[in-house]
């Protein structure tokens, strides 16, 4: 079946430095890509998606590129700050297999960011 | 603010006992979520409705129920809890044409004894 196959954590950054969580899918179809963050003691939050091949999906200074190619969607940010701490979590769709697009959620990363 | 509102944050029951955990969202979302969160298996999909009164079993139905009586409400029930669904529950709400959640809940972290 699909999944989702994330970096293993805990990564730990110094500030500003630049940050890269690795993301790597199986998927038999053309799934949806997604990005979760997770802050401490909070919900999961959508930080970004991209919906087809060599889309990206960014925000608040995030960016990850759906590479079908390589069956990748890496999360990158160029310079991290103490408040990104979190688990970031990689996610796809299952498109048609049910009545609902089906997610798949990989395990999770843990950031920690130092001052 | 968009909101997901999970009644309780820390929950604490005995084996065998029937267990509800209420969510709350106040975006008039037609679809709802319920997750379980486990260290190294990510959220792993137990219920989803689509419509007040639909719902639809995800990956680990098994031990739970689901309520929608209304469209703002969304319940899970552990019909008689085990140390097994010792877990983090989240909920979550999107609307029609986003199935993939889009607002989650702070979760609610249940211990069963």
């Known amino acids: 079946g699909d999944s989702v196959t994330q970096m293993e954590g805990p990564v730990t950054l110094s500030e500003e430095a630049f940050l890269t969580i690795n993301c790597t899918y199986t998927?038999?179809?053309?799934?949806?890509l997604f990005w979760y963050v997770q802050y401490p003691g909070e919900g999961l939050q959508l930080l970004l998606k991209a919906t087809k091949a060599d889309d990206k999906g960014s925000n608040k200074g995030f960016e990850a590129t759906y590479r079908k190619e390589t069956t990748s969607f890496h999360l990158e940010k160029g310079s991290v700050q103490v408040s990104d701490s979190a688990v970031y979590f990689c996610a796809l769709t299952e498109n048609g297999r049910t009545s609902y697009d089906k997610v798949i959620f990989g395990p999770g990363t843990s950031l920690s960011v130092i001052p | 603010d968009v909101k997901v509102t999970q009644s309780s944050r820390y929950l604490v029951k005995r084996t065998g006992e029937k267990v509800f955990l209420e969510c709350v969202q106040d975006?008039?979302?037609?679809?709802m979520f319920w997750y379980r969160q486990d260290p190294g298996l990510g959220l792993r999909l137990i219920y989803f409705s689509y419509d007040v009164k639909m719902k639809e079993k995800g990956d680990i139905p098994e031990g739970y129920s689901v309520s929608r009586e209304k469209k703002e409400r969304f319940s899970l029930i552990l019909e008689s809890a085990s140390t097994n669904q010792t877990s983090m529950y989240l909920c979550a709400s999107s609307p029609a044409g986003a199935v993939q959640p889009q607002h989650f809940g702070d979760g609610t972290r249940l211990s069963i004894l």
């Open positions: 998927a038999t179809g053309y799934p949806s």
């Open positions: 975006m008039d979302h037609e679809n």
